[in-house]
């Protein structure tokens, strides 16, 4: 797998996760959920665990954090 694939794979993986528990993604958070992701199996076919493996955390940073920042600009523009 591409090294844009994975982290994209991997950013949106964590945007969805921040999304779902009302977090803001932070450095902190990224590194965390590579290191869940990095323990999955060996044998494990779920493909983000091998896409965690291969990523660097700033820039999976940097593409969930856009895309977040992007989402909750575009729901303030509906509330208007």
Known sequence: MRLIA????VAG???QRADQAGDVITMT?????????ATHPR???CGLCAAARAV?????Y???????????ATRARALR
């Open 43 to 45: 044998r494990c076919c």
């Open 29 to 37: 958070l990224v590194p965390r959920r590579i290191a869940e992701l």
């Open 62 to 72: 940097r593409v969930a954090a856009a895309g977040q920042w992007q989402i909750y």
């Open 6 to 9: 994975c982290t994209e794979l």
């Open 13 to 15: 993986d964590v945007f």
């Open 56 to 60: 660097r955390p700033a820039h999976v």
